[in-house]
């Protein structure tokens, strides 16, 4: 085995939990091999020195602040995930709504009339042109709304916590 491979086992037997078969392997390799050995040694003096430190004492002001942080964090994150399901004043707005449904109903009532002209002429005519324009435009807009609205709700909670 290579000597990562070894360094690896050891740190996982100071956990416990190894074959009869990787221990024997580890002590085999250790014996003849100086830097496997000092790893060991020093990996062993690394655990009793923890095992006799205690943990360090953090002064109370230190920890009231940081529970502070921790309930403000979370009331803040509540907070956005209320905000982003609710209805009323974060709502989308009715314009928006008529938007959306003009710019489908106007493709739809342009669309129709020409889809004859599309699939009869190899050619584009400019009301066909017109069309694909519009359905382009359309989609494009229909794509980006998702982006618009979360951006409408976003700068809505801004002002609402302000």
């Known amino acids: 085995m290579r000597c990562k491979d070894i360094e ?3 740190v ?8 009869q078969e990787e ?7 250790v014996s003849s091999c100086a830097k496997c050995a000092c790893f060991q ?3 062993e003096g690394i655990r009793v020195c923890l095992k006799n430190t205690s943990a360090p004492e953090l002064p109370d002001a230190f920890l009231q602040k940081t529970r502070e942080l921790c309930y403000e964090e979370i009331r803040s994150l509540a907070a956005a995930q209320k905000v982003g399901y609710r209805t009323g004043n974060h709502s989308i707005p009715k314009l928006i709504w008529t938007a959306i449904a003009s710019l ?3 493709t739809g009532f342009l669309l129709l009339p020409l889809i004859r002209d599309l699939e009869l002429e190899q050619t584009f005519s400019f009301p066909a042109v017109v ?6 435009q359309n989609a494009a807009m229909l794509f980006f709304t998702p982006v618009i609205l979360r951006k409408f709700r ?4 801004h002002l609402g916590s302000a």
């Not at 069309?131 to 382009?136: A, P, R, S, W």
């Not at 976003?154 to 909670?157: C, E, F, G, I, L």
């Open 104 to 106: 489908i109903v106007s």
């Open 23 to 29: 221990i024997r392997g580890i002590d085999q390799h």
């Open 8 to 10: 690896r086992l050891i």
């Open 12 to 19: 996982d037997a100071s956990e416990g939990g190894l074959s």
């Open 41 to 43: 040694e020093d990996l």
């Open 131 to 136: 069309v694909l324009f519009l359905i382009i």
């Open 154 to 157: 976003s700068q809505n909670h």
